[in-house]
């Protein structure tokens, strides 16, 4: 069946057709209504030089004169383990039941990490901003101690700009209405398409029962016998 064609059946069926679409339509309308809005806030923040590493001459004690390969490498690392599981169910138990990332920043030419949260709840995005902010600094601070980094040799980490304020983001709620409308076109086409095929077949077998009644009975043929000698 070519494009013609379907638009031919469509065109056939359209009394079939038309309330599956205004139905399709009813149900955008409430999928649209029902899925939550999601708002989004986001931070970005650098590493920091240790002070023995700024202290070196040629950096004059600037943290922002010490930046190095290492910190973004150290950025990587430190967004791997904010996400893990382990780190998920301790900012779970500390109030962040959003969704969250961390990863190196987008273009980013330093040691730059952004933070993002995400959910249906304003107010809330922004407490469990600051509880991943503070979350990964202490992570940061206590992954270095752990490993034994003598005090001088502790990169810092630290905000570049304050958190944005929360968001809103529509590519779920986008994505989730075009999956109703693509699922409720496709579902109207197909019964109409069913509808039509059901309907012509009937109407063929209609046409030929009548055939058969029009058609005018035939005598039956006498059997031949051969004359008694």
Not at 47 to 63: K, S, V, Y
């Amino acid at each position: 069946m070519d494009v013609g064609e379907l638009l031919a059946l469509l065109r056939r069926r359209w009394a079939v057709l038309v309330p599956l679409l205004a139905l399709t339509l009813v149900g955008i309308g409430g999928a649209w209504a029902k899925i939550p809005t999601q708002y989004q806030s986001q931070i970005q923040l650098t590493m920091l030089n240790a002070p023995r590493i700024t202290d070196e001459p040629g950096n004059d004690g600037n943290p922002y004169l010490a930046f190095d390969t290492t910190l973004a490498v150290d950025v990587d690392f430190l967004a791997r383990n904010v996400t893990s599981g382990a780190s998920g169910a301790q900012l779970a138990a500390r109030g962040v039941t959003e969704d969250y990332s961390a990863a190196i920043a987008d273009n980013a030419l330093g040691p730059f990490m952004q933070l993002t949260v995400t959910g249906p709840d304003k107010q809330h995005i922004a407490q469990s901003m600051q509880v991943l902010i503070n979350f990964t600094e202490q992570r940061w601070h206590s992954l270095q101690v752990s490993a034994g980094s003598p005090a001088g040799s502790i990169i810092g980490l630290t905000e570049i700009a304050p958190a944005s304020a929360p968001t809103p983001v529509y590519k779920r709620k986008f994505e989730a209405v075009a999956g109703v409308a693509v699922l409720g076109v496709v579902l109207s086409v197909l019964v109409a398409v069913i509808l039509d095929s059901v309907m012509r077949r009937r109407s063929g077998r209609h046409g030929v029962s009548e055939r058969r009644l029009a058609e005018p009975l035939k005598p039956e043929p006498v059997p031949h016998r051969s004359p008694i000698t």
